[in-house]
């Protein structure tokens, strides 16, 4: 079974987001980049089930810029076999992400797509379900596990408050979530190996898909700052304190 899994170029998750000063994003410059964490785990969760032998080729691919190459040699150094880099400097827009990964699963033939269930970027939420909607497959999301059995993959969710599991028929798509996995750093060989790993280069327009956003960020703002704790006495302070400040 060949397993598509689609990896999301963002801003490092150890680096603290500083709001552009007229707030009409975060800014960008010369902050670190690096592969979005749910995409590590979708790609470790592909590399298990070839070491199982569930998979049989693992396809890592980006839209994003020209630089979205080394998230995808990030993929292939921990194990994916070749990339598609469908480069553009345009933001791209969930939607338009799941129809160009639309095409790329009608030229592939993929019997899974793997996704994160979110990038910590945007914090959409949408492409997987957007991908599975165009294709008209079943979708199992926020997946903690993953299991083939028979011709079906058992995929146990998480929702509010505990654990569903789902049977889905294949071809489906998974989006990741955190439980899932502990990704594996790529080891040095694996590095060397991964630079002579084929990556295809595709635009939008290759797929006939039109990447023009449909919807404009009107305001983004930095959390409220916290403010300084306070010690107090005791426990009797400590209530009548939280009284007058209305919080019980
Ligand atoms: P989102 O719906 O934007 O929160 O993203 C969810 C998941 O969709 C990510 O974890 C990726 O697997 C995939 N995805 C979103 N945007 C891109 C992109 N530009 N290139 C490749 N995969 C993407």
Redesign the pocket.
Known sequence: MKVL?????VIDYNVRPRVKPDGTGVDLANVKMAM?P??EI?IEEAVRLKEKGVATEIVV????PQQ?QETIRVGLAMGGDRGIL?QTDQT???LA??K??KAIVDAEQPGLV??????????????????AALLGWPQGTFASEIVKDGDKLKVTREVDGGLQTVALNLPAVV??DLRLNEPRFASLPNIMKAKQKKIDMKTPADYGVDIAPRLAVVKVAEPRKREAGEKVADVDTLISKLKTAGAI
């Open positions: 899994v689609p990896v999301k170029r979005n749910f995409c979708s691919v980006s839209i994003g979205a469908v791209v827009e969930p992400v799941a160009i990964l793997i996704t994160g269930k979110q990038a910590i970027d945007d914090d959409a939420n949408q492409t997987g379900q957007m991908l989006t990741t």
